[in-house]
Each structure stands twice: as structure tokens, then as C-alpha cells.
């Protein structure tokens, strides 16, 4: 059974800093690895989808990582800004079935 | 947010109460899925509909009831619930197993 665990799960840093956070999978048999915002009480959003066969993927200030061999992501943050305040989650899936297993997320506070 | 949308947005129901949850998407995608978020636990996949067809069900509790009518319509009947219930019900959709896409969630509270 997948297990998806992700550390820290809080963290606190002052505007302007990169940041790193990280993403632990026990099956590596995955499909592909997706990395999502989510603000309180809100749906979430997609911020970057990493098929098996890469290593990492861009998007503006955001870079996700993907090492399959050693169960592990990362998803880097340059300058950081308090916008980016919100709770990010990873989504694992398998590559058997449509089902996505999420790690309990890492809640951000970035302070001005 | 406004490609999955998701009503209503807050629902506060009583143990003996049946309501739905409405979910549409706008994507054009053919697979449907609802998820669960309680409290300081991780999402959890409740239901997956694939081409209207249902394909996983992780051994949801019987007083939840999933339809999926059409490839954009995807609704989740509640009967006889328990308070431990309560929680943020998600609903995504996605294209195969492309990127899915979720929506803004309705608030259950169960009393």
C-alpha cells in the first residue's frame, strides 16, 4: 500500500527566502507525482504534474523534483512572498487504477 | 476554480437528514472522483468515475451514495450520517490519468 508522507508539516520563513519542501513515497511504482496549493477551506489547485519518466518540472518560482528510485520530491520555492502562504500537498499515483494517495501536507506562513 | 464547480458550498444536516452533493465539470474530462478531508488527516479517495462507469471504491460506508449520471454531472447522496462525517467533501475531475483538477469543496457538518 502507498504511503505518502511529507515534512515538515509546518513551516514558517520570512518573505524573501527560497524554500525547499519535500515529499516521501514508499511504493515507487508510480504513474506520476502532482503537486497541489490548497488556502483554508478552499478546493485545491494544481501547481506542477511530474510523469515518472521526469525529473523535475517548472513553473514560474516554483521547481518540482522527482527521484522514483528513492521515493522522493521536492518542490522549490525562489522569493518567496506572503501570497504564497497556504497548506501544499503531493499526490502520488500508482500505476495501477486512477487512484491518487496524498501526503498530509506542509502548512506555509511566509511573513512580510 | 470555476473549471469544477461544487454545490452547495456549506451544508450543516441532521443524522436522520438526506441531502446530495452536486459536483459539474467544464473540462470536457471523462473521469469523476469525490474525496473526503477531515481534520489532521491526509485527502482520501472515496469514489472514481471513469467514463461514467464506477471504478474504485475504497470501502466507502454504505450512507454514502455516489452517481455519475453523465461524463460532467457527478453528485454524492448522504443518508443517515454520522457526526465523524463531517468534513470537507472535494470533487476533481481529469482526463484519464492526467492532471486532475479540483473544485472548491462543500463544508458538511453533521449534528
Known amino acids: 500500500k502507498q504511503e505518502v508522507t511529507q515534512i515538515p508539516a509546518a513551516l514558517s520563513v520570512p518573505e524573501g527566502e527560497n524554500l525547499v519542501l519535500n515529499c516521501s513515497f514508499t511504493?515507487?511504482?508510480?504513474?506520476?507525482l502532482q503537486w497541489f496549493r490548497q488556502d483554508p477551506g478552499k478546493g485545491l489547485t494544481s501547481l506542477l504534474l511530474?510523469?515518472?519518466?521526469?525529473r523535475e518540472q517548472t513553473s514560474g518560482r516554483l521547481n518540482a523534483s522527482l527521484d522514483k528510485s528513492s521515493g522522493r520530491s521536492t518542490l522549490y520555492i525562489a522569493a518567496s512572498q506572503p501570497g504564497d502562504s497556504a497548506t501544499y500537498l503531493c499526490?502520488?499515483?500508482?500505476?495501477?487504477?486512477?487512484?491518487?494517495?496524498f501526503g498530509g501536507g506542509t502548512r506555509l506562513m511566509v511573513k512580510p | 476554480e470555476t473549471g469544477v464547480t461544487q454545490t452547495p458550498r456549506h451544508l450543516v444536516m441532521g443524522m436522520t437528514n438526506k441531502k446530495s452533493l452536486k459536483c459539474e465539470q467544464h473540462?470536457?474530462?471523462?473521469?469523476m472522483y469525490w474525496y473526503k478531508q477531515s481534520a489532521k488527516k491526509p485527502l482520501e479517495l472515496m469514489f472514481v468515475?471513469?467514463?461514467?462507469?464506477?471504478?474504485e471504491n475504497n470501502s466507502v460506508p454504505s450512507r454514502f451514495s455516489p452517481e455519475c449520471p453523465n461524463s460532467s454531472h457527478l453528485f454524492l447522496h448522504l443518508h443517515t450520517l454520522q457526526p465523524e462525517d463531517s468534513a470537507l467533501y472535494l470533487c476533481?475531475?481529469?482526463?484519464?490519468?492526467?492532471?486532475?483538477?479540483f473544485g472548491p469543496g462543500t463544508r458538511l457538518t453533521v449534528l
Open positions: 476533481a475531475s481529469s482526463q484519464g490519468d492526467n492532471e486532475q483538477f
Open positions: 511504493d515507487s511504482a508510480i504513474y506520476n
Open positions: 511530474i510523469q515518472s519518466s521526469q
Open positions: 499526490a502520488v499515483r500508482n500505476n495501477a487504477g486512477n487512484m491518487l494517495t
Open positions: 473540462l470536457g474530462h471523462n473521469a
Open positions: 468515475y471513469s467514463l461514467e462507469e464506477r471504478v
